[in-house]
């Protein structure tokens, strides 16, 4: 048979246990003793401090901060022995596989572009429509532009490095914020430029390890998705990681909790059933419970 007493117990997140103590009838704290590792310690509760659970939303995220590194690189090489007639392409510029880097052309043309005038190119490009062209450099796909090593007019060599380019550009930094609850892994980011607020990228969480001499804080490596222009290689870059969410979620203060033997308690309020001298049947919990002292 059912009854309407209320009972507090210790609830594990899925077991519920009886603790030991009784009720003061003077309203003082009532005392709860627990063994923990052979040593007796008393958990002072207030049963006058009652609470009830909250049922709302729970959406958190953490602040973010950290230097862009260009990774996955590879470098450009000259195609042939030439001159360097025009750079398309400036530093940290994102280019995409059709973007021109550049224009050159062997040392024979640039022999014949020097002797004449500018009308005289325009002039010889036309009589040698076909024969002479420039020749245009291309990446090979997208990425950012990490280093530029040439100049309009200089002389290279096939095989000479002209660009380097990143495929992909990591945040690697820290959390700002003290973390009770760990990210996930590819967990979204929003971030923007330390120097300018307008160039703003959105990354993804791709490793997380916990900071030796500062609990509760990470190091973490952000892969950014959308590589645009002036992502500026070596900036500082700040913002939020998102760490989870949860709808309709079951709140309350957290220190309400009561931590030991590895495990978190709460004197919870629960509905009963059965009883005898010794036992008595625990149907579900409340919506209530007492705050430790």
């Given at each position: 048979?059912?009854?309407?007493?209320?009972?507090?117990?210790?609830?594990?997140?899925?077991?519920?246990?009886?603790?030991?103590?009784?009720?003061?009838?003077?309203?003082?704290?009532?005392?709860?003793?627990?063994?923990?590792?052979?040593?007796?310690?008393?958990?002072?509760?207030?049963?006058?401090?009652?609470?009830?659970?909250?049922?709302?939303?729970?959406?958190?995220?953490?602040?973010?901060?950290?230097?862009?590194?260009?990774?996955?690189?590879?470098?450009?090489?000259?195609?042939?022995?030439?001159?360097?007639?025009?750079?398309?392409?400036?530093?940290?510029?994102?280019?995409?596989?059709?973007?021109?880097?550049?224009?050159?052309?062997?040392?024979?043309?640039?022999?014949?572009?020097?002797?004449t005038g500018d009308e005289s190119k325009e002039e010889l490009e036309r009589r040698w429509k076909g024969v002479f062209n420039y020749h245009l450099v291309y990446p090979q796909g997208a990425g950012i532009v990490a280093s530029i090593y040439?100049?309009?007019?200089?002389?290279?060599?096939?095989?000479?490095?002209?660009?380097?380019?990143?495929?992909?550009?990591?945040?690697?930094?820290?959390?700002?914020?003290?973390?009770?609850?760990?990210?996930?892994?590819?967990?979204?980011?929003?971030?923007?430029?330390?120097?300018?607020?307008?160039?703003?990228?959105?990354?993804?969480?791709?490793?997380?390890?916990?900071?030796?001499?500062?609990?509760?804080?990470?190091?973490?490596?952000?892969?950014?998705t959308d590589l645009k222009n002036k992502i500026r290689v070596g900036g500082i870059f700040k913002g939020h990681l998102f760490v989870g969410r949860t709808e309709e979620a079951r709140i309350v203060p957290r220190s309400a909790l009561i931590?030991?033997?590895?495990?978190?308690?709460?004197?919870?309020?629960?509905?009963?059933?059965?009883?005898?001298?010794?036992?008595?049947?625990?149907?579900?919990?409340?919506?209530?419970?007492?705050?430790?002292?």
């Amino acid at each position: 048979m059912k009854t309407a007493d209320r009972l507090l117990i210790f609830m594990l997140p899925a077991i519920f246990m009886l603790p030991a103590f009784g009720a003061a009838e003077d309203g003082s704290p009532e005392k709860v003793e627990k063994k923990d590792t052979g040593k007796q310690e008393t958990v002072l509760i207030n049963a006058g401090n009652e609470g009830e659970i909250r049922i709302g939303d729970m959406e958190l995220y953490v602040g973010v901060s950290g230097i862009a590194s260009a990774q996955d690189l590879y470098d450009i090489p000259a195609p042939f022995d030439g001159r360097i007639e025009e750079v398309m392409a400036e530093q940290f510029d994102h280019v995409k596989k059709e973007s021109v880097l550049l224009k050159m052309v062997s040392h024979e043309m640039a022999a014949m572009l020097d002797t004449t005038g500018d009308e005289s190119k325009e002039e010889l490009e036309r009589r040698w429509k076909g024969v002479f062209n420039y020749h245009l450099v291309y990446p090979q796909g997208a990425g950012i532009v990490a280093s530029i090593y040439i100049k309009p007019r200089q002389t290279v060599y096939k095989g000479e490095r002209l660009f380097t380019i990143a495929r992909k550009v990591i945040i690697i930094g820290n959390t700002t914020e003290l973390l009770y609850s760990k990210p996930q892994l590819e967990a979204p980011a929003a971030l923007e430029y330390a120097r300018d607020s307008s160039v703003k990228v959105n990354a993804l969480l791709k490793n997380l390890i916990p900071l030796k001499d500062k609990e509760g804080f990470y190091k973490v490596w952000l892969e950014v998705t959308d590589l645009k222009n002036k992502i500026r290689v070596g900036g500082i870059f700040k913002g939020h990681l998102f760490v989870g969410r949860t709808e309709e979620a079951r709140i309350v203060p957290r220190s309400a909790l009561i931590e030991a033997n590895g495990k978190k308690y709460m004197v919870l309020e629960v509905e009963t059933g059965l009883s005898t001298r010794e036992e008595i049947e625990l149907l579900k919990p409340g919506n209530h419970f007492l705050m430790p002292k």
